[in-house]
């Protein structure tokens, strides 16, 4: 059925010894788990209290230690990012993919739109009196007869 086997070694007794120079060896079902390697390593590893990708999965120790190793105060950019944080873009918007995707292409929209208005005003200030709207058409007054 689902039982795993190994060879293992009988007891050395006299009449085995008699009866063949070689060592005698059976299935005992198990033996193969209890020493495998994977096991040995389960068996050290602490304990996972959750699933691989669950929220309560451990990083490996190399990666806690970056972790904890922070900059803040360190880095000349200290005040942008102490600034960034205090908004809550990050979990509001950026900290999951759908909301990120979202604020992209919406972003995206609005920023263009503003883009394309500022290069407007631009080209209106430096031309200013030289374009058509700036020169509106006067009728000339009416003849009276």
């Known amino acids: 059925?689902?039982?795993?086997?190994?060879?293992?070694?009988l007891?050395?007794?006299?009449?085995?010894r008699r009866r063949s120079t070689s060592r005698s060896f059976v299935l005992r079902p198990g033996a193969m788990l209890r020493t495998s390697r994977a096991l040995l390593a389960l068996?050290?590893?602490r304990p996972r209290f959750g699933g691989f990708g669950s929220p309560r999965d451990h990083e490996p120790a190399w990666i806690a230690?970056?972790?904890?190793?922070?900059?803040?105060?360190?880095?000349?950019?200290d005040w942008f990012?102490?600034?960034?944080n205090s908004t809550g873009?990050?979990?509001?918007?950026l900290k999951s993919s759908p909301r990120f995707y979202g604020f992209i292409v919406c972003g995206g929209m609005i920023g263009t739109y503003y883009w394309s208005r500022m290069w407007d005003h631009l080209w209106n200030y430096i031309n200013?009196?030289?374009?058509?709207?700036?020169?509106?058409?006067?009728?000339?007054?009416?003849?009276?007869?």
């Open 1 to 9: 059925s689902g039982r795993r086997w190994q060879l293992c070694r």
């Open 11 to 16: 007891p050395a007794t006299a009449d085995l």
């Open 43 to 45: 068996r050290r590893a």
């Open 65 to 77: 230690r970056w972790n904890a190793n922070h900059r803040a105060g360190k880095d000349s950019l």
């Open 81 to 84: 990012f102490r600034a960034f």
């Open 89 to 93: 873009i990050y979990e509001t918007f």
């Open 128 to 145: 200013q009196g030289k374009l058509y709207a700036h020169n509106p058409y006067v009728y000339p007054p009416a003849e009276e007869d």
